[in-house]
Structures are given as structure tokens and as C-alpha cells.
């Protein structure tokens, strides 16, 4: 079964310059207990994705197309305020980038670790020993002391743990993580990771990770959806789309991952060109600009290419581009 | 918070101080001679020289400062000079009337302020929105003399709704608050734009900000959201303008109690300056000077009580 089905998935926002297409036939499938990477540049719609599956998209943007199925049954698209409110934070959780700011900082820990649970009809001592106990299982130290203390008190590393504890409180069956650990340090990055990927394990949820850090994805995730100006290029599991990919795109982004580089460069490299005006998107294939591989017939739509066993990319060649990853010498 | 407390009250005696040494300096330097002012024009040169040895005049300048700045930490400004009262309480005596308009003018901005600010900032960009907008503009740009005028001509000559003049019976509570509401509407009226401006303003900052958005993904109630997790953060410049507000509220209940026939400190120091009743008018400052001080630290304590990081920064 699968936790999470999006079909065909289109948002558009108004703005004053017309139209921004910022996500376009978006396909992909977030299974029971796994955990799926979202990986691309930044302006490649990740937010946006995550904003119309939590139905927090802004005043001025709506999904105009597609479906986001919820446990097989609900569509969110269209799903009333009050009902959406009462998916999230129960059923689907988040936990944001930024530590700095993700915590309210004139309300203790406790008091917000409550407050999530104010549909649970526990008891406030209920509610408080749940919070204590969510803040020992992400190691904060002295979880009794620590809930009547300000998210100021603490580090961005705890502040972080703390955001991953009053996720889970509720023990969701959907996790969506928006690049939890870019904002840490090296160090903490791999620990948040592991006990992430703990405590998915210990509650049974699955998890949607976005990051642009190609390494933790690779380490965490089991399947990955490569997204570029708000497309999905690429999906498939993590060995498909780390060590055969079929995308021009993906194979350029791995090509930069600075991981990859193999000998002492002086010039990491880059993908030429930026990611096109979204109001006025490139017809066909949305990276023919900058594809060093593009024919005249990429400017004719493009349909997403089954390469077996759930790998999908939505490039024309995708068949023919294989196994040249060694043959660039990138692959370590 | 002790040691917040305790800091802050600390400073504010040290403003205290230089509000004093500040109005010792602008008596000394205003021209004109206390003395014959006192004593009219046909007092002979004897009997002002022996008045200004009885007001300390004929000392050096430091010990008439350090006489002024003792005498005023105990309270003793000296005697007013027609009726030999001591000032301190005829300060006193008027001072409750002028607290009682100023914490009317408080209510009636915060009252409507608050709500106002944070009704248009929740329903940005609507017609609701804009109508409060062009409100607190207007209302912030009447001076309160003229609201003053109009309220009594409106609601206390025309429609005979409430009473004109006077501060009501003493003793009787209700009596007094009827007197009180048109009064202190003169002087919040200005203060209910200029507080629904910064709390509109400052709740949609804090609505945009990143633990907002945390606070919906969990699917937590709007009204929640809006009271709990958003105006605790977005009522704290609020809290900050109202302390200075006072000050200026101080200045418009003068016209206030001149408008509507009210005892205060308002009337009290027109009515020294107009008698050249110095001592009345240091006192009557200074007392002011207090208040006004006491509100900022009364504002910095809630804003302390509201919020932790400022708690802990000090």
C-alpha cells in the first residue's frame, strides 16, 4: 500500500507578471514504510510540492490539475480546511529547514509539545509525560526540566531533535522532511539523519526527505524523485538513480555532487545556463536549454519513460543512456 | 526576572535623576526674578530680597542644585506660593483625576486598538482591512483638542447622551466613570490608529514567520494560532509604543481637563504657569516626570513577562 499517490499533480500561481506553472504533471508514489528522497536545485519546487500536499499553498497559488491521494482513500486536492487540519500534524507531520525559527519563541517547549496534542484528550499531565517522553527519544537530556524551558535555551542541533519529537508525537503515518539538516553542522547532520531514520523505523511512518545534499539522500532514502523546474525528471530507487541514470539532468547533478570528484580540481563542475522563467516554461522537454544532449524533437512533449522495475525518467534517450556513468569516470 | 526587575529599576532611577538635574537647569536659565514675580509690582527691593533668602535664591548655584535635588528625593518641593500648601499635595491632590484620564485613554486605544489591528491583519487585503486602515489615518491625524470639542459638542451639548464637565460627585464610582468617557476618548482616540497601525503591521510580519508555518503544519486551531502564537510576539512593539504614548497622552489631557472642566496635574500646571506658580509647576513635572518613567518600566516588565528572550538577554 502506498502511504502517499500523486498524480498529474499541477500548481500554478498568479502573479502580476502572469501565470507561474511551478509545478507541472508531477507523478510519484511514497510507499508504507519507506522513505523517499526529493532531490533538485533550489527553485525546482520542492516547497511548493510540500505546500500543496499540506494545503498551505499562498493566497495567490492553487493546484489546477491532479490528485495527492492520502492512505490510499483521501484526495487532498480539494479537501476542506477543517478536515486538512485535521490530517495535519495527526496523520501528517513536518518538520522545517530552519531550526532557528521553526519553534515559537515565547511559548516553553512544553507548552507547544501540548498544545500539538490538543486533540488527543489526554489529560495535561497525560499530554506533558507523552512530550517528556518524545524528548528523551530524540536524547534530549533531563526532558522533564527541558519542557518548561524556551526554544532559545537550547542549540540548533537540540532545537532540531526537539522539531523531530513534536513531528512524531502523534506518531503520523506521513513524515515530510524539508531539508532537516542543511542549516547543521557536518557532525549533527549525521547524527539527525540516524536517529531520523530510528525513529521512522521505531514508529512504522514513512518519510518524504527533501534535501539538495545528494550524499544524505544516498544514505537514507530508498527511493529518490529528482525534480527540475518543478517536473519530475527522474524516479526510481536509490541504486537506480545513483548508479544508472537515465536523465541528462540527473546525470549533470551527479556529475557536480562535489562527493564525486575524484581527483584535486580546482573548478567544481557546474551545469551551464539557470533554471528557465517558470511563466514561461521551455516547450517539450523543460531542460532542453541546457542539454548538451537535445535534438529538435525534445521540443515536442515529453512522456515519462518506463525503464523497468519502477524507474521512470522523462527524457526520449533515457533508453540509450547506459552505463556511461563509469564511462565518465564519475561513478567512485 | 528578579535581576530584570532590579536592573531596569535601577535605570530608571538613574533617569529619574537627570529628568531633575534637566529641569533644575531650565528654571535657572528661564529669565525673570521668582521673587517679584511672587510679590507684584509694588513690593519694595527689601521684601524680595528676603524672599529670595527665604527660596534659597541668594545661594551659589551647586548648593541651590543640591538643596533642590535633596529636598526633591524626599518629596518636598516646597510651599505653593499663594496658599503655602505644601505642592507635594496639591500634586497629589490632582493626580488621581489625570490617572484615571490617562488609564481611560489607555482602554478606550488598546480596547479598540488591539482588536482592530489584528481583525485587518487577519483579513488582509479586504474591505475590512482597508476601512481600518483609512480609520486609524483620520483618527490619528484630528488633534485631540479638536476631538475634544466635537465629543462634547456631539454627545454632551446636542445629544445630551453624557455629561459635559466635571470629574462627577466625589464618592460616587459610577458617577465619575460616566464623566470620564468623553474625556479619555479625546485622548486615546489618536492612540486607537496609531496602536491598530503597529499591531496590524507587526502581526503580519509575525504571520509570515517560520514557527507560524510550523504551528499550521500541525493542524493547530486559527484562533490559536492568531491570539496564542502570533499576538504575544506581534503585541510587544505595541506594549513598547504605548509606554511612550503616555507621555504624549500627558500632554493632550491637559486640553482635556481645560475642555471639559476637570481637576488634574493638566489643569494644575496651566493654571500655575498662567499665576507664575513656579514650585507648583517644578512639582507637578516632576511628578509627571515619574509617572512617565514608572509606565516605560511598567512596559518593559510585560514585555520581560511576555518574552523570554528578552528575560534572558539581561
Known amino acids: 500500500m502506498t502511504v502517499l499517490t500523486i498524480r498529474d499533480l499541477n500548481v500554478v500561481f498568479s502573479t502580476e507578471a502572469g501565470p507561474l506553472h511551478a509545478l507541472k504533471d508531477v507523478n510519484f508514489e511514497v510507499p508504507e514504510r519507506r522513505i523517499v528522497g526529493i532531490v533538485g536545485e533550489s527553485g525546482c519546487g520542492k516547497s511548493t510540492l510540500i505546500n500543496a500536499i499540506l494545503g498551505l499553498l499562498a493566497d495567490n497559488g492553487g493546484v489546477t490539475g491532479g490528485s495527492i491521494t492520502f492512505e490510499g482513500q483521501t484526495d487532498l486536492v480539494g479537501l476542506s480546511p477543517d478536515k486538512m487540519r485535521a490530517l495535519r500534524g495527526e496523520r501528517i507531520s513536518t518538520v522545517f529547514q530552519d531550526p532557528m525559527g521553526a519553534l515559537n519563541p515565547v511559548l516553553s517547549i512544553g507548552r507547544q509539545m501540548v498544545n500539538i496534542q490538543y486533540r488527543s484528550g489526554l489529560s495535561r499531565a497525560e499530554k506533558e509525560a507523552r512530550a517528556a517522553e518524545m524528548l528523551e527519544l530524540v536524547r534530549i537530556p533531563d526532558a522533564r526540566a527541558a519542557l518548561s524551558r524556551f526554544p532559545h535555551q537550547f542549540s540548533g542541533g537540540m532545537k532540531q531533535r526537539i522539531a523531530i519529537a513534536m513531528a512524531l508525537m502523534m506518531e503520523p503515518a506521513l513524515l515530510i522532511a524539508d531539508e532537516p539538516t542543511t542549516a547543521l553542522d557536518a557532525t549533527l547532520e549525521v547524527a539527525t539523519i540516524e536517529l531520523l531514520k530510528d525513529l521512522q523505523e521505531k514508529i512504522g511512518c514513512s518519510v518524504l526527505f527533501i534535501s539538495h545534499h545528494l550524499g544524505v539522500i544516498a544514505e537514507l532514502c530508498d527511493e529518490v524523485v529528482v525534480m527540475y523546474a518543478g517536473e519530475v525528471v527522474e524516479r526510481g530507487d536509490v541504486r537506480s538513480i545513483f548508479n544508472d541514470p537515465r536523465h541528462p539532468y540527473t546525470r549533470r547533478l551527479l556529475e557536480c555532487d562535489p562527493a564525486r570528484q575524484s581527483s584535486r580540481t580546482r573548478n567544481l563542475p557546474t551545469i551551464p545556463g539557470e533554471i528557465p522563467d517558470l511563466r514561461a516554461r521551455p516547450r517539450g522537454c523543460v531542460f532542453r536549454p541546457r542539454c548538451d544532449l537535445a535534438v529538435d524533437t525534445c521540443a515536442d512533449p515529453q512522456a515519462e519513460r518506463d525503464l523497468g522495475g519502477g524507474h521512470q525518467a522523462r527524457c526520449q534517450k533515457a533508453q540509450g543512456l547506459t552505463n556511461t556513468m563509469a564511462e565518465l569516470g564519475a561513478a567512485t | ?314
Not at chain 2, 531650565?26 to 521673587?35: Q, T
Not at chain 2, 451639548?157 to 464623566?179: F, K, M, N, T, Y
Request: neutral net charge.
Open chain 2, 1 to 314: 526576572m528578579l535581576t530584570y526587575a532590579a536592573k531596569r529599576l535601577g535605570l530608571s532611577v538613574v533617569i529619574v535623576s537627570v529628568a531633575m538635574a534637566l529641569l533644575f537647569c531650565m528654571i535657572y536659565l528661564v529669565p525673570g526674578d521668582p521673587a517679584s514675580v511672587a510679590l507684584g509690582p509694588r513690593a519694595t527691593e527689601a521684601m524680595k530680597e528676603a524672599l529670595r533668602v527665604r527660596m534659597g535664591l541668594d545661594q551659589p548655584i551647586w548648593v541651590q542644585f543640591w538643596n533642590f535635588y535633596s529636598d526633591a528625593w524626599r518629596g518636598d518641593f516646597g510651599v505653593e506660593v499663594l496658599s503655602e500648601r505644601p505642592v507635594i499635595d496639591v500634586v497629589f491632590e490632582q493626580l488621581p483625576y489625570t490617572l484615571a484620564l490617562i488609564a481611560g485613554g489607555i482602554t478606550w486605544s488598546v480596547g479598540l486598538g488591539i482588536p482592530l489591528g489584528c481583525w485587518a491583519a487577519v483579513k488582509r487585503g479586504s474591505f475590512a482591512d482597508r476601512l481600518v486602515g483609512v480609520l486609524s489615518v483620520a483618527v490619528i491625524a484630528i488633534p485631540s483638542f479638536v476631538v475634544a470639542i466635537y465629543a462634547l459638542l456631539i454627545f454632551a451639548v446636542s445629544l445630551r447622551w453624557l455629561p459635559a464637565i466635571g470629574a462627577g460627585e466625589p464618592g460616587d464610582l459610577g458617577d465619575q466613570l460616566v464623566h470620564l468617557i468623553l474625556p479619555s476618548l479625546a485622548v486615546g482616540l489618536g492612540w486607537v490608529g496609531y496602536i491598530a497601525r503597529m499591531v496590524r503591521a507587526s502581526m503580519l510580519e509575525v504571520l509570515e514567520t517560520s514557527h507560524i508555518r510550523t504551528a499550521r503544519a500541525f493542524g493547530l486551531p486559527e484562533g490559536l494560532i492568531t491570539y496564542r502564537y502570533a499576538l504575544t510576539i506581534a503585541i510587544l512593539p505595541t506594549v513598547t509604543l504605548l509606554g511612550v504614548g503616555v507621555g504624549q497622552m500627558l500632554s493632550s489631557a491637559v486640553f482635556a481637563e481645560i475642555v471639559f472642566a476637570r481637576p488634574g496635574i493638566g489643569r494644575l500646571v496651566y493654571d500655575a504657569i498662567l499665576t507664575r506658580n513656579f514650585p507648583v509647576v517644578t512639582g507637578a513635572v516632576l511628578v509627571t516626570t515619574v509617572f512617565f518613567v514608572l509606565v516605560n518600566l511598567i512596559a518593559d516588565l510585560v514585555i520581560g513577562a511576555l518574552d523570554p528572550r528578552v528575560r534572558s538577554s539581561f
